[in-house]
């Protein structure tokens, strides 16, 4: 069975940093590009980072990009978000989601861990 | 890539049919998916390539379009489909609608 789990979500000041991590297993991790995705509370779904099959060929949406830092392990089947410069308007719910194989539609979610940004 | 969905909230019956629009800014081929979310859970796929249905997903959703016109049809209503829907393409990196809101 397909899992991704996030974890690392909490509290932190506006500022500070938080890093985040998504456990995959069930599939092989290096076998899929990856992406997160987050969702503020009350509203929509923004994407906000690719990740190819290598930390190499990586892609940020303009509102986290120079802040945040996406890197993934295939050996260990996880990947990571480092958040820093965090600001009120990065609280959301984060998710990890995984691309189809052989193409770029995305297909399947983690639950998602929720930062929040507050003082 | 500008995603607009249409409308923003759509009150249906049970039973009855449900129509979802998705605009795109520029051409994105088929490359579009739609995305099923209810409250407190993480999105599900239904559709991709436009109008392939995910595996498991009913026959009652139907998507359609290519280039910048695309819809979901949602027929015969069920409960468990009032939900908000968003639709994604990923010809050009990703970007998402704002979502529409299939209510009672």
């Known amino acids: 069975e397909v899992q991704l789990v996030e974890s690392g979500g909490g509290l932190v000041q506006p500022g500070g940093s938080l890093r985040l991590s998504c456990a995959a297993s069930?599939?092989?991790?290096?076998?899929?590009?990856m992406n997160w995705v987050r969702q503020a509370p009350g509203k929509g779904l923004e994407w906000i980072v690719y990740i190819g099959f290598s930390d190499s060929r990586t892609y940020y949406a303009a509102s986290v990009r120079g802040r945040f830092t996406a890197s993934r392990d295939n050996v260990r089947s996880s990947l990571d978000l480092q958040m820093d410069s965090l600001t009120v308007d990065d609280t959301a719910v984060y998710y990890c989601a995984r691309d189809q194989v052989g193409d770029y539609y995305t297909d399947y979610w983690g639950p998602g861990t929720l930062v929040t940004v507050a003082s | 890539i500008v995603m607009t969905q249409s409308p923003a909230t759509l009150s249906v019956s049970p039973g009855e049919r449900a129509t979802l629009s998705c605009r795109a800014s520029q051409s994105v081929r088929s490359k579009l998916a739609w995305y099923q979310q209810k409250p407190g859970q993480a999105p599900r796929l239904l559709i991709y390539g436009a109008s392939t249905r995910a595996t498991g997903v009913s026959v009652r959703f139907t998507g359609s379009g290519s280039g910048t016109e695309f819809t979901l049809t949602i027929s015969n209503l069920q409960s468990e489909d009032f939900a908000v829907y968003y639709c994604?393409?990923?010809?050009?990196?990703?970007?998402f609608g704002q979502g529409t809101k299939v209510e009672v």
């Open positions: 994604q393409q990923y010809h050009e990196w990703r970007t």
């Open positions: 069930g599939f092989t991790l290096g076998s899929h590009r």
